[in-house]
């Protein structure tokens, strides 16, 4: 990695700001988030220093998934702004120097698709096939629905023809027939499109979902091999911008994933959420044992170098534990979501961070610490960066999405409306604006906030997290991982205490990867306003962690130059 690449595969040492326009910040008053809103909070997000906003979705539709079953792919929500309106907050946001990209919903449609509407109307309605739909009835498919207890099957019977269609999600959300090169070229159009507004990349959702070819006949889908589609779209993508990314949720084990990175050619998706290392991240922390996160790091297969992995504690749905064991489920949801109302679909929590440790401030930080020193990509959730809670109140995984708290006067400062015309409610309680808010946040040098938005100018100066090569250094206590990243010659040591007692270790900063050497004059050099430790000629070091304690160090060689 030489330094020049990072402005190139920009996505490699990013850090990502997911926000929902519709709960972040009501510039118009009518009690709905907007662009207009989105606009005034740009230079919030400069400040923090993320360096790339996602957008969830703002097209338009019946809302009934939360902009997640669109009517139309070019256009915006009405209750959200106009298309002048996203132009200006692009331009705002580039001007601060920060990337935009925004969902894809590629998987499927609403319902209430003019495309849907036509194919319905008739079996030789020219948009019959840009869905997926058979004439036999279906066997039982209970236990293919992804949302239990919302759905009983992925086959609805259309009152129209008596035919049924394909959803893997709600009857209201019909799947796209991506085997169908009209429905492929809509796609790319659309995103061509908003290329050309000013997008920098593209969050594909649900993408080994649209992928699979169920329906299709036996024959049609052995000749069709739908990762050649991903590879042309990845193609498309860089024809019409060289830097745009795809980001993809793909929530599968390791080697399944390399399939959507496109294997050694890495010509797939850019980038993947490691939903693996989350998952098991969270284990360790109920556990108090870093050994499940370190065993799962340390598998993490090799990728392609322009490829990344996406980074996250929370996201805007339900924290899925699906990839741990029933008993390690358990173990999870007794720590940190013992009630019922807490958990949903069996396999997740609908609960935002601090919640789930109690608000202890120390143990919020290391987590948040240990998130953007891990090899990939850190990615924030609105309001993390203010220790936001959840409203267990709004249904399924809209507690998660409440309007951000920007002060402690009415709404929160989300909005001047009525609080009974709010898009939906504000968290209550000691998580609630009064007390966690983004205005008490920035003037307190001692808050979440100012941790955080030095962890972000940290992490950027720091590419050896983005690019380097990620190794667990061997030390005795099981509840703290000590790991470091190398790239260029320069290294990162980085140490995390998941236990709630204080731990003094030994350890060394010789890898057993690189020949032996003397490591006289070298200083670990503290990151975080520690002290530094000097190394031995050996390369062993003393280090002492509080409760939840974390630290940050280069190895700094004498010879060095750098400044920090």
């Not at 703002?58 to 079953?69: E, I, K, L, N, V």
């Not at 019922?340 to 609908?350: A, H, K, P, T, V």
């Not at 935002?352 to 959730?381: C, E, H, K, Q």
């Not at 100012?450 to 992490?459: D, E, H, K, V």
Request: net charge negative.
């Amino acid at each position: 990695m030489r330094l020049a690449q990072t402005s190139d595969l920009w996505w490699k040492n990013a850090v990502i700001y997911c926000v929902d326009p519709e709960t972040f910040f009501d510039n118009d008053g009518d009690g709905t988030g907007d662009f207009g809103g989105l606009t005034q909070r740009v230079d919030y997000l400069a400040a923090l220093g993320v360096s790339c906003i996602w957008l969830m979705p703002f097209y338009p539709s019946p809302d009934r998934d939360d902009g997640y079953d669109v009517t139309g792919f070019y256009g915006v929500d009405a209750r959200l702004g106009t298309l002048g309106d996203v132009v200006e907050f692009i331009r705002a946001a580039k001007d601060r120097g920060m990337r935009v990209i925004a969902d894809f919903v590629i998987n499927h449609t609403s319902d209430q698709h003019p495309w849907f509407k036509e194919a319905r109307k008739s079996v030789d309605s020219p948009y019959r096939d840009y869905y997926v739909w058979r004439s036999d009835p279906p066997p039982d498919t209970s236990d293919q629905v992804v949302f239990p207890g919302e759905e009983t099957a992925i086959w609805t019977q259309d009152s129209a023809s008596g035919e049924w269609y394909l959803h893997m999600f709600a009857k209201h959300q019909p799947d796209l027939n991506v085997a169908n090169p009209k429905v492929r070229d809509e796609i790319a159009k659309s995103m061509g499109f908003w290329l050309q507004v000013g997008l920098d990349g593209f969050r594909l959702d649900a993408v080994p979902f649209f992928l699979e070819l169920r329906g299709e006949p036996e024959d049609e889908a052995a000749r069709t091999d739908p990762h050649d589609y991903l590879s042309a779209l990845r193609s498309f993508l860089n024809r019409r911008n060289g830097s745009a990314v795809l980001l993809g949720e793909v929530n599968l084990p390791y080697k399944e994933q390399l399939k959507y990175f496109g294997g050694p050619e890495g010509n797939e998706l850019n980038m993947q959420f490691d939903f693996l290392t989350m998952q098991n991240m969270y284990l360790s922390l109920a556990r108090e044992d870093a050994r499940p996160l370190a065993k799962t790091l340390a598998g993490r297969p090799a990728i392609h170098p322009d490829n990344q992995w996406a980074m996250f504690v929370r996201n805007h749905d339900e924290l899925t534990l699906d990839k741990l064991s029933v008993t390690e489920r358990e173990e999870v949801f007794a720590a940190f979501g013992p009630d019922e109302d807490m958990q949903m679909y069996g396999r997740g929590l609908r609960r935002r961070l601090p919640t789930m440790l109690n608000g202890d401030p120390a143990r919020i930080r290391m987590v948040y610490s240990l998130l953007f020193s891990l090899p990939g990509t850190p990615v924030l959730f609105y309001g993390e960066e203010i220790g936001m809670g959840e409203n267990l109140e709004i249904k399924g995984r809209g507690a998660v999405r409440s309007p951000m708290q920007w002060n402690d006067t009415q709404n929160g400062g989300f909005s001047i409306a009525p609080a009974d015309q709010l898009v939906a409610p504000l968290v209550e309680g000691y998580f609630g604006p009064k007390n966690v808010n983004a205005a008490g946040a920035k003037r307190d040098p001692g808050s979440l906030w100012n941790f955080m938005a030095t962890l972000i100018q940290r992490y950027r100066e720091s590419p050896e997290l983005g690019w380097g090569r990620f190794e667990v250094i061997e030390q005795p206590h099981p509840r703290v991982l000590l790991h470091r990243c190398t790239s260029d010659g320069s290294t990162l040591v980085l140490a995390h205490n998941m236990g709630s007692q204080p731990a003094a270790l030994i350890a060394s900063v010789a890898s057993p990867n690189e020949p032996e050497r003397s490591y006289g004059g070298t200083v670990l050099l503290d990151l975080l306003d520690g002290e530094d430790i000097e190394v031995e000629d050996d390369g062993g070091f003393e280090l002492q962690l509080d409760r939840y304690g974390f630290r940050w160090f280069r190895l700094q060689h004498p010879q060095d130059r750098r400044i920090l």
